[in-house]
């Protein structure tokens, strides 16, 4: 299933700087995208999400941005902290309420 | 703040066993969903569940599986015969309204021998 992809399986950059951490998909009949963030010997923990009428959503550090005629979203996080650390899973749905597909996810490291 | 929780955190199984894994959602929360991540492979949709039926699954949940909201506050998931293959994380997640996200449970961790 490729229907949702993250290309990069590693990501790590210095404690303070930009983290962009992308995801590119398949489906044209997404139209709800999410992030999630997971810890080791933890459930994937919600971060923030971006419906396809919109091109950017913010929160806080976090903000997402959708390119849909290219098919690709990503996730831009600043300042990064070490405490940001973690799984990054991209995930998509048909409707914000249908089963999610997930990509395969990114381990971001932030060094202090 | 309001949490899935997940029993057993680890269960191993011999091959053929039933295996039962119990999920409490948040309580006010209407959907209820499991998902798997096989180690290394990605995290895998398997049912959805509402007002007491199951509202979709997908081509990996067959017969050998089962869901059940038994009584208000647990939802578990059943797998008949156990086989290797089931080896995986299993998630249970829970929705509060159809455009709420999703909360994950810590997962429960089957290993199957």
């Known amino acids: 299933d490729q229907q949702v992809k993250q290309n990069s399986p590693s990501l790590s950059v210095q404690e303070g700087r930009i983290s962009i951490l992308n995801c590119d998909y398949t489906?044209?009949?997404?139209?709800?995208f999410l992030w999630y963030k997971k810890y080791p010997a933890e459930g994937p923990t919600f971060l923030i999400s971006i419906s396809s009428i919109k091109d950017k959503n913010e929160d806080g550090r976090f903000t997402v941005f959708l390119n849909k005629s290219a098919k690709h979203l990503s996730l831009h996080i600043v300042p990064s902290q070490p405490g940001d650390s973690a799984v990054y899973f991209c995930?998509?749905?048909?409707?914000?309420?249908?089963?999610?597909?997930f990509g395969e996810g990114t381990q971001l490291t932030v060094n202090p | 703040e309001p949490e899935v929780t997940q029993t057993p955190s680890h269960q191993v199984t011999q091959m053929g066993q039933e295996v039962i894994l119990r999920c409490v959602p948040i309580?006010?929360?209407?959907?209820f969903y499991w998902y798997r991540q096989i180690l290394g492979q990605k995290v895998e949709f398997l049912v959805s569940f509402y007002n007491n039926e199951i509202s979709e699954k997908s081509e990996i949940f067959d017969d050998q599986f089962s869901v059940e909201r038994p009584d208000g506050s647990n939802f578990t998931l059943k797998i008949r015969s156990t086989k290797l293959e089931d080896s995986a994380m299993y998630f249970c997640?829970?929705?509060?309204?159809?455009?709420?996200?999703?909360?994950f449970g810590s997962g429960t961790r089957l290993t199957v021998v």
């Open positions: 995930a998509a749905s048909e409707t914000s309420g249908s089963r999610l597909t």
């Open positions: 489906n044209s009949m997404f139209d709800y």
């Open positions: 309580s006010n929360h209407l959907y």
């Open positions: 997640a829970s929705r509060g309204g159809i455009s709420n996200g999703y909360t």
